[in-house]
């Protein structure tokens, strides 16, 4: 059975930092790209972040680019998203989804992620 599991999410205020994690199973972790997307109230999925664990590439949204960072740790089937310098327009659900590492590109389609977790809040008050 796959699963992902997003977890870490919680309230924080503007310029603070949280850390996300995606704890995987059930599929060839080694052989999958792991991304985040998120989605505010009324509004539709935005990519966030997504690394393949074939080759290490990562890939961030613009709006996320110098404060995000992702990272995988193979052996723990986890990837993480530091979030650091965080703003109220950060506010949103987050989710993980997989999808394979072959072909990547395009990269944000949601359609092109096979699996998905269930998400976490993120609240960034100001």
């Known amino acids: 059975e796959v699963q992902l599991q997003a977890s870490g999410g919680g309230l924080v205020q503007a310029g603070g930092s949280l850390r996300l994690s995606c704890a995987t199973s059930?599929?060839?972790?080694?052989?999958?790209?792991i991304g985040w997307f998120r989605q505010a109230p009324g509004k539709d999925h935005e990519g966030v972040s997504v690394?393949?664990?074939?080759?290490?590439?990562?890939y961030y949204a613009d709006a996320v680019k110098g404060r995000f960072t992702i990272s995988t740790d193979v052996a723990k089937k986890t990837v993480y998203l530091q979030m650091n310098g965080l703003k109220p327009e950060d506010t949103a659900g987050y989710y993980c989804a997989a999808r394979s590492a072959y072909a990547l590109h395009p990269i944000w389609p949601i359609n092109l992620y096979t699996y998905w977790g269930q998400g976490t809040l993120v609240t960034v008050s100001s």
């Open positions: 059930g599929f060839a972790f080694d052989d999958y790209a």
């Open positions: 690394i393949s664990n074939l080759d290490g590439s990562t």
